[in-house]
């Protein structure tokens, strides 16, 4: 879609904010108007429409994205669309380490015990740690209450949540974040732990860390929304 206006702005709406291009309210892909409960977050997005060049580039009106996504998928399924958010409770990343090489299993130690921990404290679990790449289970006590945790969230959290958890393979790190236990920062250095340490080892690859890059972008945007909401 090419550019067919002059002005993006924020304006108040029922109970929120919503964005107007010259005057017209902007719609989600589904019609239902674009409305937020942040002011905050409705600036983000009207700069991301003012920033439009002559066309639209989805790609890079991520705040947009995930409003659109908060209003059309999960608001109407909030559980439907958690579902596949809690499902990382069985395939948590920091339960799985090294089998062979003692300086990453020790890496891994250091940087995802204490947040395992934390989890652990925060919602009455255990998890059972395995190395090697085999299926461990978790017991179904810590399944469920991480499950719960992830369905308290509300819909626009839920939004921020799914990318965060996707991304990074850690319902853990998510939950992190969605609850200010740490930083963005420092849980995708926790995440990104054992590819960052191979290319420590082995040297970098212009591919994966172009990839890596992207994936970072990801992350960074879901958090950003979630310090808008």
């Not at 340490?197 to 990839?211: M, N, P, S, T």
């Amino acid at each position: 879609m090419k550019r067919f206006w002059t002005e993006a702005r924020v304006v108040e709406t029922d109970g929120g904010w919503g964005i107007a291009l010259d005057g017209r309210p902007v719609r989600t892909p589904q019609r239902a108007l674009l409305a937020v409960a942040s002011a905050a977050l409705a600036e983000a997005i009207a700069n991301e429409w003012a920033a439009v060049g002559e066309t639209i580039d989805p790609a890079a009106m991520p705040m947009t994205g995930l409003s659109n996504a908060a209003i059309d998928i999960a608001t109407p399924d909030l559980a439907g669309f958690a579902e596949p958010v809690a499902a990382y409770a069985t395939s948590e990343l920091f339960c799985y380490r090294e089998d062979r090489d003692a300086v990453l299993l020790a890496e891994q130690a250091a940087t995802w015990n204490p947040r395992l921990a934390w989890a652990e404290a925060r919602y009455g679990v255990e998890f059972a740690i395995t190395r090697g790449i085999l299926p461990v289970d978790q017991p179904p006590a810590t399944v469920a209450a991480l499950r719960a945790a992830v369905l308290a969230q509300g819909a626009w959290r839920m939004t921020a949540l799914t990318p965060l958890v996707m991304i990074g393979g850690s319902l853990v790190a998510g939950l992190m974040l969605i609850e200010e236990a740490d930083d963005a920062d420092a849980l995708w250095e926790a995440v990104s732990l054992d590819e960052l340490y191979q290319e420590r080892r082995w040297g970098a690859d212009e591919l994966a860390i172009a990839g890596r890059e992207k994936k970072k972008a990801d992350w960074d945007n879901a958090g950003r929304f979630l310090g808008l909401l």
